[in-house]
Every structure is written in structure tokens, then in C-alpha cells.
């Protein structure tokens, strides 16, 4: 009895130490990727700050349009900053949009040191929101991919300002998400999905936040009649069929689900750009009025 209960007590604070180990690598300031900018696009642009919620400072870009009054904000993913999506702003800004792009708090230009995998970051979009709307936007619409589509889903249904959101590749769960990073690296699906909700349950008490309370399958019900594009990959890890069916029936109208059988995670753009294009246009096109 005396060694059955030293092992447990060696699994617990095992658990334990990588639960908080893990937690710090949820949290932690993220670094951002190879420079870029809308310049290497030869595009007039703006550098641009402005707090959040809670005074934090972020940073980003504005492009302005000639003479337009809507405004797309492109939210970018988790773990980089906004110059891996600089290609997206030339073909957007060619609707004839605004195009403002912005680093999450903890991410690349932005201040910040501890990052929510978007609990914190839906304040950081309302102050986007708010950015554009003081730049003249009467009619916003957000193109996120991957965190940052689960943060659209998510901010889109407590702000009316955001008429019309594309998510490409957002997770559903954060706890799924999570798991499936651990399961990349080599873990065993059930010990990674244990492991995942030990680390959030850690990251939230330290943070004094539920991260799981900003899962877009909580809120995306609160969205219509605002209209939805869905983007999932078939081969995407971080989004099972079943968590992006479950979305989809949550959501209400008017809304619109594109599968990809061939793409992983946010691959459809670089495996089907013609087609990637043409919905995304038609889609905000047919809402920012």
C-alpha cells in the first residue's frame, strides 16, 4: 500500500509540473514571424496603435480605401504576428475596403506578455472595432483565421458593429485545439487530452479566467441574423468533423460552410486560392452594405 500510494503521489505532481509547465507555454508572449509588410505589396498603409479594454497597446496596420466606408479587420492566428498574412491584404483592399490588420496582445508589435488563446483577445477586436469605426467604418466585416476566427465568432455576438464575419480554420474547443498540439508532438490522443485540460485548467486559475468560456460554440448561436462563412479543411487536427458540424448547427442564419477534403489547417487558401477568393469576395460584398 505504502509503494502504490508513493506512486500516485509521484503521477500527481508529475501532472502536476506539466500541467504548470504547459500552462506557461499557453501563456507565454509569442514571437513573431519574418518581417513584412504591405509595403513589399506596394500598398499605401498606416502604422497604427490603439489600447484595448484593459489599456494594453496594440499595434498594427490601416489601409485606407479612396472613398469607402466599410472596413475589413483581418485577425491573425495564434503564435506569429500579422506578417505571415500580408499576402491577403492586396486582393482584400482590391474590393475596394478598408483593410485593418492588427498584433493580438502578446503577439509581435503589440504589448503584452501573457496571451488567452482568445478569452483577452475578444477585447482586443472590440477595440479594433472601435479603431475603425472612429476612421469612418459604417460597415465592418472580419476575415480570422485560425484563434483569430474563433475570436470573431466569438466577439461578433456581444458587437453588432460587426455586420458580416469569415472564420477560416477556427477551433471550436480551445481544450481540442490544445490536445491536438500535444498529439502532434508525439503524445497519445487520451494522455494529450488529459494533459490539455490540466494546462488550461492551470493557465485559467493563474489568469483568474475560464479560458473554455470563449469557445465559439458557446456564442455563435448569439451571431444571426449577422451573416457566418465557415472554412474547414477535412485534414485539419485542431477541428474534428464532429466539433465543426456541431458549430455549424449552432449557428443561424444566414450561414455558410465550406468543407475542403484535401486541407489541413488554413491550407485551403494555398491549395484552392481562386476559389478562396471568389467566396470571400462574394461573401463580404454581399454583406457590408
Known amino acids: 500500500m505504502f509503494y502504490l500510494l508513493i506512486f500516485f503521489a509521484v503521477i500527481l505532481v508529475s501532472l502536476t509540473l506539466l500541467a504548470y509547465l504547459g500552462s506557461n507555454y499557453l501563456m507565454a508572449r509569442r514571437k513573431p514571424d519574418a518581417a513584412a509588410s504591405p509595403a513589399d505589396y506596394d500598398l499605401a498603409f498606416e502604422d497604427i496603435e490603439f489600447p484595448s479594454g484593459d489599456g494594453t497597446i496594440l499595434r498594427g496596420w490601416y489601409l485606407p480605401a479612396q472613398t469607402s466606408n466599410r472596413t475589413i479587420i ?12 500580408v499576402a491577403v ?29 482568445g478569452y483577452d483577445e475578444r477585447y482586443d477586436l472590440i477595440a479594433a472595432v472601435e479603431f475603425a469605426k472612429a476612421c469612418g467604418a459604417a460597415h ?19 458587437c453588432p458593429d460587426i455586420q458580416a464575419v469569415a472564420a ?21 490522443e487520451s494522455i494529450a487530452s488529459l494533459l490539455a485540460r490540466l494546462m488550461l485548467f ?23 441574423p449577422r451573416p457566418i462563412l465557415l472554412l ?20 443561424g442564419a444566414p450561414k455558410e460552410l465550406w468543407r475542403v477534403p484535401d486541407a489541413a489547417h488554413r491550407e485551403i487558401q494555398t491549395l484552392h486560392p481562386d476559389e478562396y477568393r471568389q467566396r470571400l469576395t462574394r461573401f463580404f460584398e454581399d454583406n457590408l452594405r
Do not use: K
Not at 74 to 85: L, R
Not at 204 to 223: L, Y
Open 89 to 117: 491584404l492586396p486582393w482584400v483592399h482590391l474590393l475596394d475596403l478598408n483593410v485593418l490588420t492588427f498584433d493580438w496582445r502578446a503577439h509581435g508589435r503589440s504589448d503584452g506578455h501573457t496571451a488567452t488563446l
Open 140 to 158: 465592418i466585416g472580419v476575415l480570422g483565421f485560425s484563434m483569430g476566427g474563433a475570436v470573431a465568432l466569438s466577439t461578433a455576438a456581444v
Open 202 to 224: 492551470t493557465a485559467g486559475a493563474r489568469t483568474g479566467r475560464n479560458w473554455a468560456e470563449a469557445d465559439p460554440v458557446r456564442w455563435i448561436d448569439q451571431v444571426a
Open 74 to 85: 483581418i485577425c491573425s492566428g495564434v503564435s506569429g504576428s500579422i506578417d505571415a498574412d
Open 168 to 188: 477560416d480554420s477556427a477551433y471550436v474547443q480551445v481544450a481540442t485545439a490544445v490536445a491536438a498540439g500535444l498529439s502532434e508532438r508525439g503524445l497519445p
Open 232 to 251: 474547414y479543411g477535412e485534414r485539419d487536427p485542431f477541428t474534428p468533423r464532429s466539433e465543426v458540424d456541431r458549430l455549424y448547427r449552432r449557428a
